[in-house]
């Protein structure tokens, strides 16, 4: 396939969107507030803020320069940037993550397409805590349950997927991102109105540092690489699709900043529901799943509210399985030259095979997500920095990054110290404390 089909984004706003989509996603709203709520609320915020600053970013910019420069895929870029290496199993390394979490990530969402389900049939009204905790676990260990809200999902990110990048991606994210925005500061304004209002926004804010170990920053770190998306292609395969040759240091600031605020606004809109309720932030992956459900059971005007946060998740998560579904999809069209269907078919089949073992076994699913989250992920972000500070042709690098000396051109030194120096030396933090 000729690189004028692979496909683009029609618009710099349809670019952003398609960009904040991907990185808005379970991570902000599930993830997020129960690492800050295990790990000093605001001292775990202003770690998190340091590393998007120092190590997030430059990640995100690097991926872009590799798919900006090449206009390729993961595999392909680097099979045109450095030809006659093996560089390129970077890219391949890029689609074995991908299956490997939006099989996961396929499994959480059907959670949240379930729990949207029944705030739309029941809003948790009349239920114990002790009801909810049990429907939370015997929906997650049961045969079907799981499987088919997994499965749903995958075949709502092919479905479109398959209408292509700017009909498929580049629209939906358009419609569905600031549609999320509406959706969260509704929950916020809620929120200001609780009871818990000052409690909530001191447990987010006021940095506890008694709570603060190493962990905590390992936490922030894998935070940081799961909510931008990095790590595993996406962003070189959205960047492919971006012909703007506009500030590219602008745009991605940008999505760093949707990306945090929406964090924020998540733990805005959940904390002080849970403490005006008088339950605890410190549950977990519970959080979401089980502390919320007893706050809207509790609270006036509770079942819309459900409604509308487990909207918000739902609509997170599809937009963010559509990027990983993109990368690789982008990869196989062109690796075994196939029509965009039958990729698409051919991928989320292979994912649905996945994602049926991750909801039927719960040690597949820790696998799967220690697997991507802590140790591939990483991985791949490595060989991403190590490739851009100190293989990539500096030219090619320096003009990509500054359009031809338009943008960005003082900024541009920093970056590449801190790829260089920086985002290798945390990333190498990570996998040593695995080991
Ligand atoms: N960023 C998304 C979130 O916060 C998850 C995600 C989407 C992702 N695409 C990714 C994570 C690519 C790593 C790599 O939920």
Not at 39 to 53: D, E, K, Q, R
Request: net charge positive.
């Amino acid at each position: 396939m000729k690189e004028s089909n692979r496909g683009a984004f029609a618009s710099k706003f349809g670019l952003i969107m398609a960009l904040a989509g991907s990185a808005i996603g379970l991570g902000n709203i599930w993830r997020f507030p129960f690492l800050a709520g295990e790990n000093g609320g605001g001292a775990f915020l202003i770690i998190y803020l340091a590393l998007v600053a120092l190590v997030g970013l430059p990640m995100v910019l690097s991926e872009f320069v590799i798919g900006r420069s090449s206009g390729l895929d993961a595999v392909k870029s680097f099979k045109k940037l450095a030809p006659k290496t093996k560089w390129y199993y970077t890219g391949y390394l890029a689609v074995i993550i991908g299956f490997v979490l939006l099989a996961f990530y396929s499994v959480v969402s059907g959670w949240a397409f379930r729990f949207l389900w029944e705030s739309v049939a029941t809003g948790f009204v009349g239920q114990s805590a002790a009801d909810i905790k049990d429907s939370f676990h015997s929906f997650t260990a049961s045969l079907w349950g799981p499987m088919l809200t997994g499965l749903v999902f995958v075949g709502l990110c092919a479905l479109i997927i398959a209408q292509g990048v700017e009909k498929g991606v580049e629209k939906f994210n358009k419609i569905l991102i600031p549609l999320l925005f509406v959706m969260l500061v509704a929950l916020c304004i809620n929120s200001v109105t609780l009871d818990g209002w000052g409690e909530g926004m001191r447990f987010l804010f006021l940095p506890d540092w008694s709570a603060v170990t190493f962990q905590t920053f390992l936490d922030a770190l894998g935070q940081v690489f799961f909510t931008l998306s990095i790590g595993m292609g996406v962003m070189i395969t959205y960047a492919s699709y971006d012909k703007s040759k506009g500030n590219m240091v602008r745009s991605k600031v940008t999505v760093s900043i949707l990306d945090t605020t929406v964090a924020i606004i998540s733990g805005i809109a959940i904390f002080p529901a849970v403490f005006t309720f008088g339950l605890t932030p410190t549950e977990g992956p519970e959080l979401v799943f089980v502390t919320l459900p007893n706050v809207f059971a509790q609270m006036p005007f509770g079942w819309p509210l459900a409604i509308l946060f487990f909207g918000v998740l739902s609509i997170a998560a599809i937009t963010s399985g559509i990027s990983i579904l993109e990368m690789l999809v982008s990869i196989f069209i062109e690796r075994f030259d196939m029509s965009r269907r039958r990729a698409t078919i051919v991928t989320s089949l292979m994912t649905a095979v996945l994602t049926v073992l991750c909801a039927l076994s719960s040690d597949i699913f820790n696998f799967f997500d220690m697997l991507s989250s802590n140790l591939l992920m990483p991985l791949c972000g490595l060989l991403v920095a190590i490739f851009v500070g100190w293989f990539m042709d500096k030219k090619l690098r320096g003009s990509t990054f500054t359009t031809n000396g338009q943008y960005a051109t003082a900024i541009y030194p920093i970056f590449v110290f801190l790829i260089r120096y920086v985002v290798p030396i945390s990333i190498a933090f990570i996998i040593v404390s695995l080991i």
